[in-house]
């Protein structure tokens, strides 16, 4: 026994799969990070193209997470219906469609509902990429392949910001056109791929993919249209309310109530022998629940300030895309190497210390960035708090993702995959669309206050245009829009001056906002596990 035992372990050595399979993996998560991280770099294209406010584009990327979190669940067990290979290909395909018609894109509208094709792709990749990684690798080059499949995304969201921050000052679209190139390039080479398996047996439980992509789709889009509806009672933009009630905060609690009974539905189809959309018992346990919790928390803050940050640089300074990738990559980097490196910190820290230690950096991060942010985004303390905040950033989403691995067993490792990608995808919607409603709710507040009492507008111009719901405008955007209301030069100066206050005044007290939200999230994560990985 123990030769044939030597003999394995030196085989386990010596005998390597080829990496190809794992670029063509690689390459498919890259392909959908690269699409989100080019969406915040392009706002300001978007906008001139589109004529339409930066909120616009941030629904893009609500779409496109809500595409992917609502559909992840039934994208695994197609995944393993019908082949990984094959399912695979197919849904690089379908990516490949939605690019094309983002590129080509006339209006708003259709480049809406290109992300929201695009969502629908990444849900049949997420899981499908794990599943690949299952079918060629094994033992130690498994693990390195997962580490890999991990670092791609953060590898391609610094390459977007780079690439698509510089083809963006020449036209938006040429950054989603070399998706268009990537993903025929991935079709080409996932021919390397090994065949899969179709498992026919495998049933789809088609009640539990309506209960939980309504109860998803129903809260980001409850969530997505707080700004506009309103949150308590319904605005004069509302399609609808009910016995004033926004529809806002209509849907959100229909969403949460459908969303528990896709739980007890889950359970009851589990006890009675069938086989569930998602295994509950990844989330078993207070400290699943701690996890997930968590995830949420820093994936919906990140998309805070990857919204944030572009809107701040684009549309209140002005300046390109290009602007934007310089601001935005100490951050994109720092977060790259910390995911990779905290792993190392696993053998002295418990996990629970090391995400209250983290959350707190981001508190720290976030609330010096309150304080300092001014018009130059370049300047030396502005650049050390998104330092600071992606310090904490890498390390939660590493963590966190680890807690919930090694508080399942093996065979549920699909159903963590997919509960990783609900819970991340759907944090991505809320946290972008929460951060587009404070902002301009923010800038809402500050303007009427300004405006009320101000000598210098006239009060007929008052009248005719609503300061308070501007949303957020370039001084040229402003100049153009009073000047066809005939506004006297001292009333654009005053106005300008007001909106200039008011647009940084917003954005430094959403930043005070996000610091509190990761100080509390500290106290959740004492139920995260408390024991030190062994040596």
């Not at 669940?73 to 290909?89: D, E, P």
């Not at 190497?337 to 209250?356: E, G, H």
């Amino acid at each position: 026994m123990s030769g044939q035992s030597a003999a394995g372990e030196v085989s386990e050595v010596t005998v390597r799969d080829s990496w190809v399979p794992m670029i063509v993996i690689a390459m498919g998560q890259a392909l959908m990070s690269f699409n989100v991280a080019a969406i915040p770099v392009s706002m300001g294209g978007m906008i001139a193209s589109f004529q339409t406010p930066p909120t616009t584009v941030g629904t893009a990327i609500v779409l496109y997470s809500l595409g992917v979190s609502g559909f992840i669940m039934l994208g695994a067990r197609l995944g393993q219906r019908f082949g990984s290979k094959i399912f695979f290909q197919a849904s690089v395909t379908l990516f490949l469609v939605a690019m094309i018609v983002m590129v080509s894109s006339p209006t708003a509208e259709i480049m809406l509902a290109a992300q929201a094709m695009a969502g629908m792709a990444g849900a049949a990749l997420v899981p499908t990429l794990v599943v690949l990684i299952a079918d060629h690798y094994r033992g130690a080059q498994q693990a390195e392949a997962v580490g890999w499949l991990g670092s791609a995304r953060a590898i391609a969201g610094v390459l977007a910001f780079v690439t698509v921050g510089f083809v963006a000052t020449i036209n938006w679209r040429l950054g989603f056109g070399i998706l268009i190139l990537h993903a025929c390039a991935i079709l080409f080479l996932s021919r390397k791929l090994k065949p899969s398996t179709p498992r026919p047996e495998v049933k789809i439980d088609i009640f539990g993919v309506l209960l939980s992509a309504t109860a998803i789709i129903m809260i980001s889009f409850g969530v997505n249209n707080i700004r506009t509806w309103g949150l308590l009672l319904a605005s004069s933009a509302a399609p609808f309310d009910i016995l004033g009630v926004s529809p806002a905060l209509v849907m959100i609690t229909v969403g949460i109530t459908i969303g528990l009974g896709f739980l007890a539905w889950t359970s009851r189809r589990g006890r009675l022998g069938g086989t569930p959309l998602l295994a509950l018992e990844v989330m078993g346990s207070p400290r699943e629940w701690a996890a997930i919790f968590a995830l949420f928390v820093i994936v919906g803050m990140e998309g805070a300030i990857n919204f944030t940050v572009p809107l701040y640089i684009q549309v209140v300074q002005g300046s390109s895309s290009l602007m934007t990738s310089v601001a935005m990559m100490p951050f994109m980097l720092t977060v790259f190497f910390t995911a990779i490196l905290i792993v190392r910190l696993y053998q002295k820290f418990s996990p629970r210390v090391i995400a209250q230690v983290a959350f707190t950096i981001v508190s720290l991060g976030t609330g010096w960035l309150a304080f300092v942010v001014q018009n130059d985004w370049s300047a030396f303390p502005v650049v050390l708090g998104l330092i600071v905040i992606g310090l904490g950033q890498g390390a939660l989403v590493t963590l966190l993702f680890n807690v919930l691995v090694t508080s399942a067993p093996k065979s549920m490792a699909a159903d963590v995959g997919s509960l990783r990608g609900v819970t991340q995808n759907l944090a991505a919607a809320v946290g972008t669309a929460v951060a587009g409603a404070m902002l301009v709710g923010l800038l809402t507040s500050v303007i009427q206050i300004e405006k009320a009492d101000n000598a210098v507008i006239s009060a007929e111009l008052k009248d005719q245009i609503n300061l308070g719901n501007m949303n957020f405008f370039s001084d040229v955007q402003l100049q153009d829009r009073l000047s066809t209301l005939q506004a006297t030069p001292e009333e654009m100066k005053e106005a300008l001056v007001i909106n200039a206050s008011a647009r940084t005044r917003a954005i430094k007290t959403g930043f005070l906002i996000l610091s509190g939200l990761a100080l509390l999230a500290i106290f959740p994560c004492a139920w995260l596990p408390g024991y030190q990985a062994k040596t």
